[in-house]
């Protein structure tokens, strides 16, 4: 893998919320380790106009409020440069270039450009056009190409996108963002499965009865109804970050830790998903739209209130699905996933449950024991709890959940690298395993299309839950009907285990 961390990082979309809450920071964070070497530069690239100061100046701002004040922040900021342009126009390309030039000549760059589009979709294809035709892409380092979400808004559009894009970059070249593989638990995954003897024998249909993968939000939708009304959780939440959790899950052991080897195990999950079509669509699926409601003792409106969104809107803030893989490891296990916004509390966790032993001598009718889980904590808190039973000191022979748990809050969070920082260091060491490669994104697409095409041409019972809970009825019944209950996630929460 290279390691040449020489590079020009363009950032389109430089004066954008994403750039100043994320990669600003993120940047001075590998830059305060020693992760970026003497011969980086960035130049910040946006419609509005600013002089070089008056961008450097955002940075350090954006920086302070994320970091608190910095002695060495005039020396990063010195690194940064800024372009108006015009994402449509040639010329701006033009002087683009010959700006990248310069730059690249100042610091001995090598030619390595990393082009980051951290802005409006639609822009994205014309923008890797432009770097083409206009010789952004000549150069003699390396190029890459490192691109938000979403891709895309269905396979047509994704499938579109990708086209214009590789007429620039090769897949090798394309780092598609999907941000929670920058987490770190998420990433942790792989190591939990594939480094723990007691774990991986285990991982499988004959010893797991269901798996539980909750994303949920407080927050609504904020500022982005615009957006989130042609987007909806399946599109927003679903298709990407949802879909690559179950493949983290369920994937077989890679033969080795290389890129290729791990993303082709990942593509095998995506193609053995089970397709749901048609009728299928509502025995597999909840979709729900929030209502006025309380959170945190705040009176908070319905999603048809907030700004910039249809009073009479039938988009999905919140899904929960069974999702089924269809493989000798998964058959019959069912994988259910849940994410919304103005639930209960801000929780992403993983609850591994596994099936009951086969005669459990501890069984008193009035107190049922049980099963094991394993709950992998993704945030806030980041840590794993292994639910064992175990003798109820001082009694008889009662049982009793006990509950091990490692809590990263503490001894690692400290020094845990956030996620953006971890994918900008990824993409400028040439690393494309966390990154989305196409095929992951057009089998998902495939996925979730089957499902919004049903959910389009019927218009939903909306509002259908309050905000401050965890959903609407539907979605506890889509597990009752299987004989399981979602974990309840507070409950769960690793500082609350002993
Ligand atoms: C983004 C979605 O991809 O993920 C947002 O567009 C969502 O709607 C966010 O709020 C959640 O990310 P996190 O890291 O806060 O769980």
Sequence with gaps: MEQNMTSLIMIFGATGD???????????R??????????????GVGRRTLSNDEFQQSIKDSVTSAL????????FVRHFYYQSHDVADSNSYSALKKLADEVDEHYQLEGNRIFYLAMAPEFFGPIALHLKSDGLTDVKGYKRLVIEKPFGHDLASAKELNHQIRTAFSEE??????????KEMVRNIEVIRFANAIFEP??????????????????GVEERGRYYETSGALRDMLQNHMLQMVALLAMEPPISLTTDEIRSEKVRVFRSLRTIEGDEVKDYFVRGQYDAGTI??????KYR??????????????????VMIDNFRWAGVPFYIRTGKRMETKSTKIVIQFKDIPMNLYYQPEKMLNPNLLV????????????????HAGGHLDAQTVKLSFSNTGTNAMNTPEGYEKLLYDCMRGDATNFTHWDEVAYSWAFVDKISNVWAKEKADFPNYNSGTMGPDAADQLLEKDGFFWWPVTDLDVDTCK
């Design 173 to 182: 070249e394309i780092y598609r963002i999907d941000h929670y593989l920058g």
């Design 68 to 75: 608190g004040e910095k002695d060495d922040i005039e020396e």
């Design 376 to 391: 992998i904590h993704i945030q806030p808190e980041e840590g794993i709890t292994l639910h064992l039973n175990a003798k």
């Design 18 to 28: 994403l750039a100043k809450r994320k990669l600003f920071p993120s940047l001075y």
């Design 296 to 301: 945190n003792g705040k009176q908070v409106p």
């Design 30 to 43: 590998l830059f305060e380790r020693g992760k970026l070497s003497e011969r980086f530069a960035v130049i």
């Design 202 to 219: 285990l991982w499988n249909n004959r010893y797991i009865s269901n798996i539980q993968v909750t994303s949920s939000e407080s927050l």
């Design 305 to 322: 209130d907030e700004p910039m969104v249809d009073q009479e809107s039938n988009t999905e803030t919140f899904v929960a699905g069974k």
